[in-house]
């Protein structure tokens, strides 16, 4: 049977089946959509397929956007779990109620493109009168299954627009964002599948601050990552001419023990790279390569951490800053911080302001670790990070068994985790409307609802907010509930900025060249007076966070460059010509442009992303990529 003629087998045996449930072709809207409650349910549910397909949607959209389409994200039962596109004809679809919880299977709306693929478990396009109602004949809609691993369908991706607006080359597009997210889930599936050695490979050669080599048994290295490549300095064809020998000294002494199969471990190992001597982490250990029927040796290069209490505290939810690392003695900054101090024992909340780049996590740190509750956790959650969908599993958890796929044993959910202790709610400005009526029951009552329970939840904790808005006007223009400001205001905290403290310039500057000269192992870089001035002079749009970036750049460089606080200027040709070779690299110019760009937009991402022309998620990939969240403190992502 052709193509076109099974289509048309299958619309006709679906139209049947639509009459069989006694479908009108005059209805609108869904027969089942979830009400809030439920709703939340399901994306707790999907999160996994939410968040890898956001990326794909987006892009899906963006090769179409101005014409007139929309795209839809269903489970695998047909619920709509996202819904993005043209605004016109998206208002159109809302009105039609083809909204997050609407059901698009064909006993709940007929003969669509979604539902065909439910059921055939096939890529389809529907168009006009191939639709089931009549509402739905304006439209062509194409279609794709979601498969997991087993081959099931966990959700549907669906592009539509006005009947004379699609082609047939619509339907590839949708099908390849599919197989798209597809491979993506599958990878996620299979690194929670194989075995520890390999995740721990697979992972070592994710991590950005990692470099992979692997070598026969004679030390003639065969393979290498990016990261290797720009830890040692030279170029990928000069270090697959090499021996690990040339590279790692008194190797004899560890090549004993890995001949022998056993694991080596050394946090203490010098390597000899391009451009001085460095001191590594190192883990190597020998394997057999069975495609090639030969023993192999793979070693994993860490950078040495400065300080792996930090690392440990991190992952245990511990506060990491306390005041005396707090660089500031302005008379105005020392009353702040005096004034920090004498408030961290309250139990009250404070709400913490200032533009993006000054600090405001590092006073919130340190507030914790200055308080009785220094031992318990410290918990930080950036409100604008979370997706809408996931925002309420993520702040108050959610029982076993409240959705398919939960976690066993549920999950407590981020207030929960720091009860006893402190939570941060950085950039609360973000929060959405709905979840601040549940944010100040917490402070008015001290509970919360988990998803999938009717028994609320008694938590103790210290809540500290953080903004660099202005809630005030927020409230004025409806976007902040009256009522939860100045239940959050009641002890407030301004950090000035950058410009309105210039006598902290200098040490701030001694103290980031210190700082990331030993991070990067590169030698500092000598700033003469009147380069001083300019760091003092310039008014510093990004803060401290900026401050950071520009010393950053300078140790890269090895140079202060000319112009360095025009922004126009600061990347131009006259600036960027006696930068060494390793430093012109694209992804160091990508790097670099990304810094700038992020700094001219006050780490907004949102904004930030716009003007890169990529989407969030792309840029959230780079900052990981590049290690750019690291700079400071993090960018606001909102």
């Known amino acids: 049977m052709k193509i076109s003629e099974y289509k048309e087998f299958a619309i006709k045996k679906s139209h049947e089946r639509c009459k069989k449930l006694n479908l009108t072709h005059d209805q609108v809207y869904s027969n089942k959509i979830f009400n809030r409650d439920k709703l939340q349910k399901k994306f707790a549910e999907n999160r996994e397929l939410i968040i890898t397909a956001n990326p794909f949607i987006k892009k899906l959209c963006d090769f179409v956007k101005g014409s007139n389409f929309f795209t839809l994200l269903t489970d695998g039962e047909g619920c709509i779990l996202n819904a993005i596109g043209d605004e016109d ?7 039609m109620k083809m909204i997050p919880g609407a059901f698009m299977n064909e006993e709940s709306i007929g003969t669509n493109a979604m539902s065909m693929v439910l059921v055939e478990e096939k890529p389809i396009q529907i168009s006009g009168d191939d639709h089931y109602i009549k509402a739905y004949h304006k439209w062509t809609c194409s279609a794709a299954p979601i498969k997991d691993i087993y081959g099931n369908i966990v959700g549907v991706i669906n592009l539509t627009g006005y009947i004379e607006s699609v082609h047939l080359h619509t339907l590839g597009m949708v099908v390849s964002a599919s197989n798209a997210i597809e491979e993506m889930l599958k990878m996620k599936k299979n690194n929670d599948m194989i075995n520890f050695t390999n995740k721990h490979i697979q992972g070592m050669f994710d991590s950005i601050k990692t470099g992979i080599i692997t070598s026969n048994i004679d030390g003639q290295i065969t393979t290498l990552n990016k990261q290797a490549i720009k830890m040692f300095g030279y170029k990928e064809s000069v270090m697959k001419n090499m021996n ?5 000294y008194n190797f004899d002494e560890i090549k004993i023990g890995l001949f022998k199969g056993k694991e080596f471990k050394n946090n203490n190992v010098y390597i000899n790279s391009k451009n001085n001597k460095l001191k590594l982490n190192l883990t190597a250990y020998s394997f057999y390569n069975s495609s090639e ?13 400065l300080d792996l209490g930090i690392e440990d505290r991190l992952i245990n939810g511990k506060a990491i800053y306390t005041f005396d690392k707090i660089i500031g003695k302005s008379d105005n900054f020392s009353r702040i911080i005096d004034y920090a101090k004498k408030i961290s024992n309250s139990k009250s909340t404070i709400l913490i302001m200032g533009e993006s780049g000054t600090g405001k996590e590092l006073f919130a740190q340190s507030i914790h670790n200055n308080s009785i509750r220094m031992d318990e956790k410290f918990i930080a959650v950036n409100c604008g990070a979370i997706p809408r969908e996931l925002i309420e599993s993520e702040l108050f958890g959610y029982k076993e068994g409240a959705f398919t796929g939960a976690k066993r044993g549920g999950y407590p959910g981020k207030f929960q985790m720091a ?3 402190t939570i941060f709610l950085d950039e609360i400005g973000e929060m959405p409307l709905d979840m601040q009526t549940k944010i100040l029951r917490v402070i008015e009552d001290g509970v919360i609802n988990k998803l999938g329970s009717t028994k609320p939840d008694i938590v103790n904790v210290r809540i500290i907010a953080a903004t660099n808005k202005d809630l005030k006007k927020e409230v004025e ?10 239940r959050l205001n009641v002890l407030p905290i301004y950090i000035p900025p950058l410009r309105e403290r210039k006598e902290d310039i200098p040490k701030l500057v001694d103290h980031f060249m210190e700082k990331i000269s030993n991070k990067l192992n590169k030698k500092h870089v000598k700033i003469s007076k009147d380069q001083m001035e300019n760091f003092i002079n310039y008014s510093w749009p990004g803060n401290v966070r900026e401050l950071e970036n520009i010393v950053e750049l300078i140790i890269n460089t090895e140079m202060v460059p000319d112009n360095l606080f025009n922004t126009t200027d600061r990347y131009s040709k006259n600036n960027v010509v006696n930068i060494k070779e390793e430093s012109l690299r694209l992804e160091d110019v990508e790097r670099q442009h990304i810094i700038k760009v992020l700094t001219k937009y006050e780490g907004n991402i949102t904004r930030a992303a716009s003007a890169l022309g990529i989407g969030r998620n792309t840029l959230y990939c780079k900052l990981d990529k590049y290690n750019i969240r690291k700079l400071g403190s993090c960018f606001k992502r909102a």
């Open 477 to 486: 223009e409806g976007n902040f509930r009256k009522d939860l400001y100045y």
């Open 419 to 421: 009860n006893g202790g």
């Open 293 to 305: 029927d030969a023993v192999e040796i793979i070693f994993i290069f860490q950078e040495k951490k």
């Open 244 to 248: 690990i020998f040339d590279i790692i």
């Open 89 to 95: 004809i998206l208002s159109e679809a809302f009105r």
